[in-house]
């Protein structure tokens, strides 16, 4: 089964910095792609950024030149470098991993707990 474990959110000031990460357990983090999105009070769940296994990043345009998403496949870990905070990207934000079952289009998807992010301005 697989889990996925966020840590590194916080209060931080506007035009600040954060690194979130996401341990995944299980065996399909490599084969997986991976993504991280955020939910605002009063808000739906938004995509911030995707990463396929083979390292093809995609962003949204709010966070396009300030966040970078990574992967360590070797650790089975997720990153997100968000720089230039705006007081807009508070938020809870959650790890997903999305699976394809080999020879279907059927995907699986999982979800951590999320981690808080404050920017005040």
């Known amino acids: 089964q697989v889990q ?30 991976m993504g991280w999105y955020r939910q605002a009070p009063g808000k739906q769940r938004e995509l911030v950024a995707t990463i396929t296994r ?21 650790k089975n870990t997720l990153y997100l470098q968000m720089s230039s905070l705006k007081p807009e990207d508070t938020a809870v934000y959650y790890c997903n991993l999305e699976y394809t079952i080999p020879m279907t289009n059927y995907a699986k ?6 981690t808080q992010v404050t920017v005040s301005s």
Do not use: H, M, P
Request: charged residues 10%.
């Open 54 to 74: 083979g390292g093809t990043t995609n962003y949204a345009d709010s966070v396009k030149g300030r966040f970078t998403i990574s992967r360590d496949n070797a």
């Open 109 to 114: 998807n999982y979800w951590g707990q999320g």
């Open 4 to 33: 996925l474990v966020e840590s590194g959110g916080g209060l931080v000031q506007a035009g600040g910095s954060l690194r979130l990460s996401c341990a995944a357990s299980g065996n399909i983090f490599s084969i997986a792609v």
